[in-house]
C-alpha cells in the first residue's frame, strides 16, 4: 500500500527557507492523484497548503501563495514543499498527503504521512 | 483562517449519537463534495468520510455524513471511548481555488 514519509529540517531560523521532502513508497506519483501538504500549528487546526500534480500543475493557498513552492521529482517518487520568509507563525507539524479522486465528484486526503515538526525559532 | 464553521466541541456518554456541524458557503459546501477527517491525539488526521457519506474501507458504520446546501454533518452513533478526537470537515474552495477545513470539533466521550 502506498506510504508517505515527510523529511527534513526540525528547526528553521526566521527569514529563512524550510524545505520539506514527501517520499511515495509503494505507489508511483505519477498515478492519478493530487499530492499535497497541510500544516497544524500546536494546539490548532489543520492549514491546507498547496498541491501539485506529476505534470507539474500546482494549486496554492491564496495567504501563502506568494512564499510557497512545491515541486514534484518524479525519478525519485517524491515531491517537495519549500516556504520562504519563515516566521514563529509559521511553526507546526507538516503533513504530507495523497488527495485521490474517490469518487467522480470529489477527491479527498485519503492517505497522510506521519507529519514532521518544524519550529522557526534562532 | 478557516471557512467552514464548526462547534469547538461536542460530548456524549458512551452508546449515545452525536452529531457535528459544519457550515460554509456556495462556493465550497454548496458546490462540491465535503469530507470529514479523524485526528486522533499525537496522529496524522485520518479519512473517515468522503463525497459527503461516503466510508473508506475499515470505517465503522457508526459513522455517518451528511450534506444540505452549504452545511453538513458528521453523525457518530453508539459512542464509544476510541471516538474521543478532533473531528475536521472539509471541501474544495471555487472562489479559493483551493482546499478549505474547518475549525475542528473536539469530541469528549464523557
Known amino acids: 500500500q502506498v506510504q508517505l514519509q515527510e523529511s527534513g529540517p526540525g528547526l528553521v531560523k526566521p527569514s529563512g527557507t524550510l524545505s520539506l521532502t514527501c517520499a511515495v513508497s509503494?505507489?508511483?506519483?505519477?498515478?492519478?492523484?493530487?499530492w499535497s501538504w497541510v500544516r497544524q500549528p500546536p494546539g490548532k487546526g489543520l492549514e491546507w497548503i498547496g498541491e501539485?500534480?506529476?505534470?507539474?500543475?500546482?494549486n496554492y493557498n491564496p495567504s501563502l501563495k506568494s512564499r510557497v513552492t512545491i515541486s514534484v521529482d518524479k525519478s525519485k517518487n517524491q515531491f517537495s514543499l519549500k516556504l520562504s520568509s519563515v516566521t514563529a507563525a509559521d511553526t507546526a507539524v507538516y503533513y504530507c498527503?495523497?488527495?485521490?479522486?474517490?469518487?467522480?465528484?470529489?477527491?479527498?486526503?485519503?492517505?497522510w504521512g506521519q507529519g514532521t515538526m518544524v519550529t522557526v525559532s534562532s | 483562517q478557516s471557512v467552514l464553521t464548526q462547534p469547538p466541541s461536542a460530548s456524549g456518554t458512551p452508546g449515545q449519537r452525536v452529531t457535528i456541524s459544519c457550515s460554509g458557503s456556495?462556493?465550497?459546501?454548496?458546490?462540491?463534495?465535503v469530507n470529514w477527517y479523524q485526528q486522533l491525539p499525537g496522529t496524522a488526521p485520518k479519512l473517515l468520510i468522503y463525497?459527503?457519506?461516503q466510508r473508506p474501507s475499515g470505517v465503522p458504520d457508526r459513522f455517518s455524513g451528511s450534506k444540505s446546501g452549504t452545511s453538513a454533518s458528521l453523525a457518530i452513533s453508539g459512542l464509544q471511548s476510541e471516538d474521543e478526537a478532533d473531528y475536521y470537515c472539509?471541501?474544495?474552495?471555487?472562489?479559493?481555488?483551493?482546499?478549505?477545513f474547518g475549525t475542528g470539533t473536539k469530541v469528549t466521550v464523557l
Open positions: 456556495s462556493s465550497n459546501i454548496g458546490s462540491n463534495t
Open positions: 472539509a471541501a474544495w474552495d471555487d472562489s479559493l481555488n483551493g482546499q478549505v
Open positions: 509503494g505507489g508511483s506519483i505519477s498515478s492519478s492523484n493530487w
Open positions: 501539485i500534480y506529476h505534470s507539474g500543475s500546482t
Open positions: 498527503a495523497r488527495d485521490a479522486q474517490l469518487e467522480e465528484d470529489g477527491r479527498a486526503f485519503d492517505i
Open positions: 463525497s459527503n457519506n
